[in-house]
């Protein structure tokens, strides 16, 4: 079973765009095909951000969503990073991944993590879905 991190980013695109790269990419966590890795952290900025009155996004829909990621979703206690990342806002999700030994974190920001630290793929929606298939 692949398990791995979803940035905020990858949710917002999903719900702004339902047949784009980051919907099939959740659906996949949806249907239980690909473990989330999470923390209290991660979850409390979902729904900050999923909340947002800038998107629009339906309030018992977003609760709903964040409730089938949460229960199909697996809790790592993250270790604290001893290296810095270009947006430190972003160091939960790294913290996860590499605590949680996840196969990668998925991200539309890529350039906000740095360079992968090692054993850690850092891939964008479309590319997480060509590492998921495997090769043809």
């Known amino acids: 079973m692949v398990r791995a991190v979803l940035d905020t980013n990858v949710l917002v695109s999903a719900l702004i765009n339902p047949k784009g790269a980051p919907s099939k990419v ?65 160091l939960p999700f790294l913290e996860v991944a590499l605590s949680g030994h996840g196969d990668a974190l998925i991200t539309g920001n890529k350039k906000d993590f740095g360079k992968p630290p090692k054993g850690l793929k850092i891939l964008s929606p479309a590319e997480f879905l060509e590492f998921y298939r495997g090769p043809p």
């Open 26 to 90: 959740v659906l996949l966590v949806l249907t239980g095909k690909v473990i989330p890795l999470l923390d209290e952290r991660i979850l409390y900025e979902y729904r900050i951000v999923l909340r947002r009155e800038i998107f629009g996004f339906d309030p018992f829909q977003v609760d709903e969503y964040l409730a089938q990621i949460d229960n199909n979703g697996e809790f790592i206690a993250a270790a604290p990073l001893t290296f810095s990342i270009p947006d430190p806002t972003d």
